[in-house]
């Protein structure tokens, strides 16, 4: 069997990661019927949370499928993180997850299905049916997922949309960018600071100018370093 698309990672005491890296290939998944019981076997091979690394350009849409399939049986959280690129393909697994982040730096591509057909008008009447029939079950998922309009998807689909992390996020294909809290929270500590310094700045100016000078003592120069230092 040729090269798998996607690895395990176990992490002890933080739940298990699985990669899914690469091309979601058919000539690994079908050509052997063992791989698709072997990537179910190594799913449930033990219980708790999931994180899901997605790094794909996409692939074959049944083995996606099927993929999108287990992880949603899957009992426990399925937490999705697309790091590079989830497209095509990638994008279906992709919305399987319990919660979907995708890096500030990531793309996610939704397309129509493409296949190459050979025969006569009759043979290319049934290939147009049978993408038509595909591209529906894929709406299916990113209505689960984004709560947009079949019409709008379908549209978003024939455009071949590519969309930034904040874009992803807009459309409902992902929850939230990865590591965005971090800045946030970095943001809020310096403001604070910044609160806090003007506060005791503040306080001490006020009561300066309530309180009795003593001694003879002219108030206006500590006002004057005071507000110096606040600035």
């Known amino acids: 069997m040729k090269r798998k698309f996607w690895n395990w990672v176990r992490n002890e005491g933080e739940g ?6 690469g091309v979601i290939s058919d000539e690994t998944w079908w050509g052997d019927e063992v791989t698709p019981q072997m990537f179910r076997s190594e799913l449930n091979v033990s219980e708790g949370d999931i994180t899901l690394w997605i790094n794909s350009p996409g692939g074959d849409c049944y083995a ?28 279906v697994v ?24 050979i025969g006569d008008t009759h043979e290319m ?23 947009l309009s079949r019409a709008k998807i379908s549209r978003l689909m024939d455009a071949e949309t590519w969309m930034n992390a904040k874009k992803a996020v807009e459309l409902g294909f992902a929850d939230s960018v990865l590591y965005e809290h971090r800045e946030h929270s970095a943001d809020d500590v310096a403001d604070a600071l910044i609160f806090s310094r003007a506060a005791v700045t503040n306080s001490l100016l006020s009561k300066i100018g309530r309180g009795k000078t003593r001694n003879h003592v002219d108030a206006e120069p500590l006002k004057r370093r005071l507000f110096s230092m606040a600035h």
Do not use: C, W
Not at 16 to 21: C, G, K, P, S, V
Not at 72 to 91: L, M, Q
Not at 94 to 117: D, F, R, W
Not at 131 to 141: M, Q, R, T, V
């Open 16 to 21: 298990r990661t699985l990669l899914l890296d």
């Open 64 to 91: 996606a499928a099927q993929i999108y399939n287990m992880l949603r049986e899957y009992p426990g959280t399925v937490a999705v993180k697309v790091d590079g690129i989830a497209a095509s393909a990638a994008s």
């Open 94 to 117: 992709a919305m399987a997850g319990s919660t979907v982040e995708i890096s500030p730096v990531g793309m996610l591509m939704i397309h129509n299905p493409a296949t190459i057909s």
């Open 125 to 147: 009447e049934r290939t147009i049916t049978f993408l038509s029939e595909i591209k529906e079950s894929i709406i299916n998922a990113y209505e689960l997922k984004t709560g």
